[in-house]
């Protein structure tokens, strides 16, 4: 069996944890009965490295701000493979979990602020894996105008323009 596996000879049960991935997958197998009739068969016992969910965390967004992250398995059978789905917590209203290509992405524009717990969980037909991550959606960043003159030209069809100043107080 491939390295960190042992075969229990009496029953015929495979265990243990593997430490490597196995590049010729294909073993031989051979059983003998009671009597002492055998019977031998190439057996595919393939070690798969371990599925995740990338990215570890999500970065933080600001309300009235586009928000764009990409949520993908790694490892496994294939990286890439198959799409995130949420588990558990909800997106915030003005975000959705849509798909592109071969993984999940977050996406739109929040309009409100605050912390949302998300677990995440991704398969790759064999494995399962899930990722617990909070998405921070920070206030709208503050607009401050200060008094004084404001500048601006405005023009009338063909009109030339006309310079005006409005002073904020």
Known sequence: PPAGLDLNAATGLISGTPSALNNSPQFLFQVTDSKGSS????????????????????????????????????GGRSSGYGNATITSGSLPAGLTLDYCHDRSAIDG?????????????????????????????????????????????????????????????
Do not use: K
Request: charged content about 5%.
């Open 39 to 74: 019977a031998t068969a190439d057996l595919f016992l393939v070690i798969y490295s371990r599925l995740a969910i990338s990215p570890d965390s999500l970065p933080q967004g600001s309300v009235g701000t586009p928000y764009h992250q990409c949520i993908y398995a790694t």
């Open 109 to 169: 524009t929040p309009p409100q602020s605050g912390a949302f717990p998300l677990v995440f969980s991704v398969t790759d037909g064999i494995q399962v894996a899930t990722q617990s991550m909070t998405l921070v959606i920070a206030p709208a960043p503050a607009v401050v105008v200060s008094p004084g003159p404001l500048a601006f030209q405005y023009q009338f069809g063909g009109t030339a323009a006309v310079p005006q100043t409005v002073t904020l107080t």
